[in-house]
């Protein structure tokens, strides 16, 4: 008979196998705790209460982490001491004291604030408190920038300028002197009541819409009278005019009643010479006998 083993009939049996351990295999007075051991590969099932490790402790009554192949859950709050190093972090809401960022925060991956900026995705503010502006452009509406501000446009003439209706009005200084005025070949009126007071033509004639009182002295080309009223030239009074001169005039176009008082007056000369008949320069007679 032959005693060699048939190999090909004959299962193997696989040696040096642990058996898991269940509540049936095992009775608990068998082992000894303080002296055997029980490694984790042979435990199956149960629940292992008030466990720790090294590095857990386990103190929960209830099940608060679930473990699974595809995605971790925590059903409880979560306090970390250290720092959390993800590749993608994602979460519906998150309520922090302070939140450092290196770059930039992002919202569907538009950047809203960076560190020294707003992102360009910001279209819409309401704040009501802001640090020093170097630059603010409000479209079609408002410019700063250089030290000056344009309304209604982006290139000022002086420190302020307002486009209205396409005349700009501008504010600033000429030659150390403070400015107001239009900055081209416009009109420029002074107003009350929505109503013209004072109207400054592009030729530089002023006029007075209404009543004009003086109530210190006035000069008419002198820049500094010393009496109530200075003219520099020739005075107009009902269609006439008044003027001073050595002589009769031998030019220039006069009205009859108009009076050229003599600038040089002596004993034996005349106050002066009336026109009797307007022209070119017009017929004259001298009056007042100098005695």
């Given at each position: 008979m032959d005693q060699s083993i048939n190999t090909l009939i004959m299962a193997l049996k696989p040696i040096n196998i642990q058996q898991k351990i269940t509540a049936k295999s095992v009775k608990v007075s068998d082992i000894d705790f303080k002296k055997d051991s029980i490694s984790g590969d042979v435990i199956n099932g149960g629940t292992i209460t008030n466990f720790s490790s090294t590095g857990i402790k386990d103190s929960a009554t209830h099940n608060i982490l679930e473990i699974a192949d595809d995605v971790t859950n925590i059903n409880n709050d979560v306090f970390i001491q250290g720092k959390i190093n993800c590749q993608t972090l994602q979460y519906?809401?998150?309520q922090v004291p302070v939140l450092d960022v290196k770059e930039a925060l992002?919202?569907?991956?538009?950047?809203?604030?960076?560190?020294?900026?707003?992102?360009?995705?910001?279209?819409?503010?309401?704040?009501?408190?802001?640090?020093v502006l170097e630059n603010l452009q409000v479209k079609d509406t408002l410019y700063v920038a250089d030290g000056r501000v344009g309304i209604n446009t982006t290139v000022p003439s002086k420190t302020f300028a307002v486009d209205a209706e396409g005349v700009e009005i501008v504010i600033g200084s000429d030659d150390a002197t403070g400015f107001v005025g239009t900055h081209e070949a416009r009109p420029f009126a002074i107003s009350t009541d929505d109503t013209k007071r004072i109207v400054v033509a592009t030729n530089g004639k002023v006029s007075f819409e209404k009543d004009v009182n003086v109530k210190g002295r006035l000069g008419v080309g002198i820049q500094n009278p010393d009496h109530d009223l200075e003219v520099a030239g020739n005075i107009a009074f009902q269609n006439r005019i008044f003027s001073s001169a050595s002589g009769i005039p031998t030019t220039g176009t006069w009205t009859k009643g108009s009076i050229v008082w003599n600038s040089e007056p002596d004993i034996g000369e005349v106050l002066g010479w009336i026109c009797i008949k307007g022209g070119q320069p017009g017929a004259w007679r001298s009056f007042g006998h100098i005695n």
């Open positions: 519906n809401r998150a992002r919202i569907d991956g538009n950047e809203v604030v960076w560190r020294t900026k707003l992102g360009k995705s910001v279209k819409e503010s309401s704040l009501t408190k802001v640090g």
